[in-house]
Each structure stands twice: as structure tokens, then as C-alpha cells.
């Protein structure tokens, strides 16, 4: 089974935060931030949406739906709420 954002929306699987501070110290879940950061999955048919699968993004902190298909947590949002795109080792954002 696969989920297919319409118009807008993007379907983003979201990066699970560091379990470690810089000092090496475990957090515990419920001391962790929720996370900002995902990796783009699917996007609508909108032709304003200016990433792709694959694409790492940041998005608005409590933005979205969350849904688990298959034992996998994904987040569904509106473009809108798309902040960044990231860039990993000089790879240039989609446009």
C-alpha cells in the first residue's frame, strides 16, 4: 500500500532527533524535541512544489498529520509548511 499526497501536500518520513547531546549524554524520549527535520517521500500534483523525493527538509514545528502505514511513522503536510531544503556535501537543492 501507498500513500499519494494530493494537490499541496507533501508526505514526509521525519528524522528521529539525536539520542545523544554533544557532551554524550542519553536523552531519554521524553526529554527530546520533536523533531523538524524529514526526508521527503512523495509530493502532490501541485507544480509549485519545489522538492522531490528524496530531498531532506526542514518544516514548521507542529505542522502536519502524523500516519503509520506498515509500522512506518510518516507526517503529511502543506507545502506551505516547508521551511528548507538541506544540502549535504555541496548537493545543490531541487528546483
Known amino acids: 500500500m501507498n500513500i ?3 494537490e499541496d501536500r507533501v508526505l514526509l518520513r521525519p528524522v528521529k532527533p539525536e539520542e545523544r547531546t554533544k557532551g554524550g549524554i542519553i536523552l531519554p524520549d521524553t526529554a527530546q524535541e520533536k523533531s ?7 509530493v502532490g500534483d501541485d507544480e509549485n512544489i519545489k522538492v522531490k523525493p528524496g530531498d531532506r527538509v526542514l518544516y514548521a514545528k507542529y505542522s502536519g498529520t ?3 502505514l506498515n509500522g512506518v511513522d510518516y507526517l503529511i503536510i502543506n507545502r506551505s ?11 545543490a537543492p531541487s528546483s
Do not use: Y
Request: hydrophobic share 40%.
Open 66 to 68: 502524523e500516519v503509520k
Open 4 to 6: 499519494k499526497p494530493l
Open 36 to 42: 523538524q527535520e524529514g526526508e521527503v517521500v512523495a
Open 81 to 91: 509548511d516547508l521551511l528548507a531544503v538541506i544540502e549535504r556535501d555541496g548537493q
